[in-house]
């Protein structure tokens, strides 16, 4: 399948010859692997000769117990392999990014994190069913959505604004008191958080039209706070009148208990409902967009540790709340994975690779060619990407679009790759070919990088080995000595060593290990 044809192999060096420190069973060990190993090993102290001898014994095992495990072909097994295709494709993806700018990317969306911006907003919509939309489709909405701006700008109120266009059947008007990352689209997104109470947004293009936003505030994100939590649930998930008030009356009781001065604890262990968490005191910690709405709500209207919630009911049934702690603000390191996959699946994964991007277009002398774009442009705004015009007439474009590593990248080879991997959730022409776009440049330097990295990086073959020889370690001591009784242990690996040296032929270089200096 053609998808980077144009690709030429990067040039393949001239490789030193290394010392072989060992011979084990007809392979050899390198003396980098050696001392890549023995730099993990605290006890090896090369200035002391016994030190130096009782390593090279351990080494020397660890290789032949290896060398086992292949001879009982366990490194060709499905379980095997997808480990260690796993471990290679994360082990790449660690040298193919740039981690400053990646974490610049994350701290951006943890301090996002940190505020909740309430907003109005006009939304000016696409035709209804319309699916995607081109530059002629949207020239008209767009106009519409300015001549409201203007209004609004010229000193309208935005609410009376919005009411007058109430039976307008292409616009909607919102009211979002409460705004997250990765609720909207990125565009979106960096607007809503870059206004200002007061503030009133030009129309700002997004997957469903047109929006004109209003700042109403900024209001500060509660946090994380730790509660004692009672429920009484109702007896069926669709409770009559009777039940419900049934169930409103048994945590009534229980919360005047609690007034009382009844130990909350106790309460929690003998009546909650919820026998799991009643075990662990009904320990239950509320975070924003974690928890139903009803506890949210309720949670974060207790103000001082001791508050005890009056009953609230959601779906489930009854709830009573008591206020334990307010928990720490999370770290960015602790929050890191998170945000990481929130971006990865939440149409942000580019961003994560800008940095990346920006720095292998300086190595690999990128070009790119604007008057090329702007002709595949100026046909996006005729006919959307995917559509059979585009892909026959662009297929048939022959400009340079973008130069990499002295190889020339057509306007057609783009369009082809466009068509085998069109993947972004763009729905308005241009940024869905600026998305696809942004991805044939990432994929064409990754796999220029991918493939000079291990020239590059001499460890990337040595924690790969590492990998493969634990890997293997593990399965082969499993077989032959773990999953055996704790007091035949000893035993048996004393009889394996012995039957691995009579076995495979051993050659140790003691020449170049006397020269070790660390």
Do not use: C
């Not at 998305?435 to 990337?460: A, M």
Request: charged fraction near 30%.
């Amino acid at each position: 399948m053609l998808v980077l044809a144009a690709m030429v192999a990067a040039a393949e060096g001239k490789e030193k010859k290394e010392p072989v420190v060992m011979t084990v069973a007809g392979k050899d060990v390198l003396l980098s692997e050696f001392l890549y190993m023995a730099k993990k090993d605290n006890s090896v102290n090369f200035k002391n000769k016994k030190a130096v001898n009782n390593y090279v014994e351990l080494y020397k095992n660890f290789k032949l117990k290896v060398a086992d495990a292949e001879a009982l072909q366990m490194h060709t097994t499905d379980r095997f392999d997808h480990f260690f295709e796993q471990y290679k494709l994360d082990l790449q993806a660690s040298y193919l990014i740039d981690k400053s700018s990646q974490d610049s990317v994350m701290r951006i969306i943890y301090e996002r994190e940190k505020v909740i911006p309430a907003i109005k907003q006009i939304v000016f919509l696409y035709p209804e069913g319309q699916r995607f939309a081109i530059t002629k489709d949207t020239v008209e909405l767009y106009q519409k959505a300015k001549v409201i701006y203007d209004r609004i700008k010229n000193g309208e109120s935005f609410e009376a604004v919005a009411e007058s266009l109430e039976d307008e059947r292409d616009v909607i008007y919102l009211i979002n008191e409460q705004i997250f990352p990765f609720q909207f689209t990125s565009r979106l997104e960096e607007r809503i958080f870059s206004m200002k109470p007061g503030d009133i947004s030009e129309p700002v293009r997004s997957s469903d039209g047109f929006h004109i936003l209003k700042s109403d505030a900024i209001n500060p994100h509660p946090g994380k706070i730790r509660t004692a939590h009672i429920i009484s649930f109702f007896p069926s998930t669709e409770p009559t009148d009777e039940e419900i008030e049934e169930t409103r009356l048994k945590s009534e009781k229980i919360y005047n208990m609690a007034l009382a001065g009844e130990d909350f604890t106790k309460l929690v262990m003998e009546l909650s409902d919820d026998t799991t968490s009643a075990r662990n005191g009904g320990l239950l910690d509320i975070e924003l967009r974690k928890r139903i709405k009803e506890v949210e709500v309720a949670g974060f209207a207790l103000k001082n540790i001791g508050d005890i919630s009056k009953p609230f009911h959601s779906r489930y049934g009854y709830h009573i709340l008591k206020l334990l702690e307010r928990l720490p603000e999370t770290s960015f390191e602790e929050k890191q994975s998170e945000i990481f996959e929130d971006m990865r699946y939440g149409g942000r994964l580019f961003d994560l690779y800008y940095g990346f991007v920006e720095r292998m277009k300086v190595r690999h002398g990128y070009v790119f060619y604007p008057e090329a774009y702007r002709e595949l442009a100026r046909l996006a705004d005729q006919y959307f990407p995917l559509d059979s015009v585009f892909l026959t007439q662009g297929k048939a474009l022959e400009k340079t679009l973008i130069k990499v590593a002295n190889d020339d990248y057509s306007q057609g080879l783009f369009v082809e790759y466009l068509h085998l991997k069109h993947r972004s959730p763009q729905t308005y022409s241009l940024d869905f070919m600026k998305d696809v776009f942004d991805y044939f440049v990432y994929e064409i330097l990754r796999e220029l990088e991918e493939r000079s990295l291990e020239k590059d990086n001499p460890e990337f073959l040595l924690r790969l080995q590492e990998f493969y020889d634990g890997t293997l370690l593990f399965e082969v001591s499993d077989k032959r000595v773990w999953r055996h009784p704790v007091e035949e242990q000893e035993a048996l690996e004393a009889e394996w060593i012995k039957e691995l040296n009579e076995k495979y032929p051993v050659k140790i270089n003691w020449k170049v290990i006397r020269k070790i200096k660390m």
